[in-house]
């Protein structure tokens, strides 16, 4: 089993900078994919980024394309969300998933484990 447990959250102003952190605990982490997702209250889940198991391929949702990052460290076990000029918008509980096949896929269904959130308020 992969335990995933995410860090970094917290206020950030419009146009500031804030770096997610997603540390995995288990032996098959480095084969798996790992994706942010985020949900605000009321709404449903959404995909935001995701990474293969090798770092070698990434994909992002339209609205945070060009602003957010996400890269990977194995030996460390971490995944990351650098997240450059966040809107309003970009406020919600955000939270990593390990999908088993190595794939950066957007579905959610995809993930078998998951974090459980750390919380992202964007001001402005």
């Known amino acids: 089993q992969v335990q995933l447990v995410e860090s970094g959250g917290g206020l950030v102003q419009a146009g500031g900078s804030l770096r997610l952190s997603c540390v995995a605990s288990g032996r098959t982490f480095n084969r798996c994919g790992i994706a942010w997702f985020r949900q605000a209250p009321g709404q449903e889940r959404e995909f935001v980024a995701a990474i293969t198991w090798s770092g070698g391929a990434t994909d992002y949702a339209g609205s945070v394309k060009g602003r957010f990052t996400i890269s990977r460290d194995n030996a460390k076990n971490t995944v990351y969300l650098q997240m450059n000029s966040p809107k309003p918008e970009d406020t919600a509980v955000y939270l990593c998933?390990?999908?088993?096949?190595?794939?950066?896929?957007?579905?959610?269904?995809?993930?078998?484990?998951w974090g459980l959130g750390t919380q992202v308020t964007v001001s402005s």
């Open positions: 998933a390990a999908e088993e096949w190595g794939r950066a896929t957007r579905r959610s269904a995809s993930y078998a484990y």
